[in-house]
């Protein structure tokens, strides 16, 4: 089955930066959409960023300038490049996959096992 792993997240003071990388594993027909979400304790998973075929790259206005999303295609992997980090963007950062399996044929949504993001002021 398909399996994202998350790394990158840890410890920084605001005004600093950090990327994060997930890795996926597993057969895929089609790539549809990959993306970043966040979850801060007592809130629920907000969207970041994403690469979504067919229409390119998002970003939340939270984040607009300052983080960047890219991916890999040769190593199946989803960049985040986080810059000038504030205290508020401290969160679980969860990666997400929409593909087309090859077994089966049928669009399905994976997501990782979140990393932590601590941004100190």
């Known amino acids: 089955q398909v399996q994202l792993v998350e790394s990158g997240g840890g410890l920084v003071q605001a005004g600093g930066s950090l990327r994060l990388s997930c890795a996926f594993s597993?057969?895929?027909?089609?790539?549809?959409?990959m993306g970043w979400y966040r979850q801060a304790p007592g809130n629920q998973r907000d969207f970041v960023a994403a690469?979504?075929?067919?229409?390119?790259?998002v970003y939340a206005d939270s984040v607009k300038g300052r983080f960047t999303i890219s991916r890999d295609s040769a190593k199946n992997t989803v960049y985040l490049q986080m810059h000038s980090l504030k205290p508020a963007d401290t969160a679980v950062y969860y990666c997400?996959?929409?593909?087309?399996?090859?077994?089966?044929?049928?669009?399905?949504?994976?997501w990782g096992q979140g990393t932590q993001v601590t941004v100190s002021s």
């Open positions: 597993g057969s895929v027909f089609r790539i549809n959409s």
């Open positions: 997400s996959l929409r593909a087309i399996l090859v077994v089966t044929g049928a669009e399905y949504n994976f």
């Open positions: 690469l979504t075929t067919g229409v390119g790259t």
